[in-house]
Every structure is written in C-alpha cells, then in structure tokens.
C-alpha cells in the first residue's frame, strides 16, 4: 500500500494531526505523511516570504 486518504474532523487540527501520525508510525513503518492542509499552510508561508524578501 502506497496511500491512504481520509478526511479530518472540521475542528481537527491538522498539523497536530501529521505529527500525531508521524511519531506513531514513521520509525516502526517507515511512514510518512502528507497532509494536504500542512502543505497547502506550508506553500502559503513560502509564498508570503518570497513576497516579503522580494519588496527589498
């Protein structure tokens, strides 16, 4: 198995979540998450610092 999806509770917090799954799992499977909300605030924050760094 490659992937799994599954949708969070509205009120989840989902970097809690990705971190939840990550100490359980990553060392004892070898997984690795990737939660679409943690990726999507990710790229935001990079985006917005790319914007702060260009206006100097």
Do not use: G, H
């Amino acid at each position: 198995m490659n992937r799994v999806l599954f949708t969070l509770l509205p009120d989840a917090a989902a970097q809690d979540v990705s971190d939840l799954i990550a100490r359980t799992f990553r060392e004892k499977y070898s997984l690795w998450t990737r939660l679409l909300e943690v990726e999507m605030e990710m790229n935001q924050r990079a985006q917005a610092m790319q914007q702060i760094f260009c206006w100097y």
